[in-house]
């Protein structure tokens, strides 16, 4: 049951980015990633009770309080400061880019039941890919730097959801130590995002591709 409900936690955490892809509006993306973290962090708490690890309990509480409150904190005081509330996509349009996410989902689904593995779930497995990929999804069809960096926080939550699941676990302070990098990570994005707004009075990445020496 335990082991069940660690794949719920997995495949909702994969939804969650799924909606993050079909939306435009920075806010509620955040809101999404707020509520992915916080299954993963649940996802662990199972996990430690599945191996009897009480240093899971104390990842698990870490990541509710860095990755769950302070980073979508501070997003969202970027969002307020910089006044962008929305990104208007590239290419692909949000719909589309949803729908492509939840294909490759399954993709991930069927590939990895195909290979086999014996370390973890399958179902956890394939939701740690599909956020990888979704994430991937996010950086490449979003123009602001704020949803790049939502993007590149999706894909550190795949590849944590994989470690987590498909291998014994990581210590402590290792874990710690990652936690902490992507805080920093974070932190001087946001700092980025600010400085570019100041220069060229947008956020917008795809127009600083423009910008030649004269």
Known sequence: MTATMLDCCAIAAAL????MAG???????ILFYTLQTILLA???????????????????????LLKAIS?????????????????PGIMIAPPLVMHLSLILFACSY?????IGHSKGSSMAASASASLLLTGLLLM???????SQIIGFLVIENGIYLF????????PLIVEMGILLDVLAGVMIAGLVAFRIQKSFEHIDVTQLAELKDE
């Open 71 to 87: 980073i979508p904190l501070f997003l969202r005081w970027i969002v307020r400061k910089l006044c962008i509330y929305s990104d």
């Open 163 to 170: 470690a987590m699941t498909q291998t014994t676990g990581m």
């Open 23 to 29: 939306s435009r509006h920075l806010k509620r993306n």
């Open 110 to 114: 069927f590939e990895i039941a195909s």
């Open 42 to 64: 649940f996802a662990t708490a199972i996990r430690g009770s599945l191996q009897s690890e009480e240093q899971l309990y104390l990842i698990a509480i870490a990541i509710a």
């Open 140 to 146: 490449l069809t979003r123009r602001t730097a704020l």
């Open 16 to 19: 969650c980015a799924t909606f």
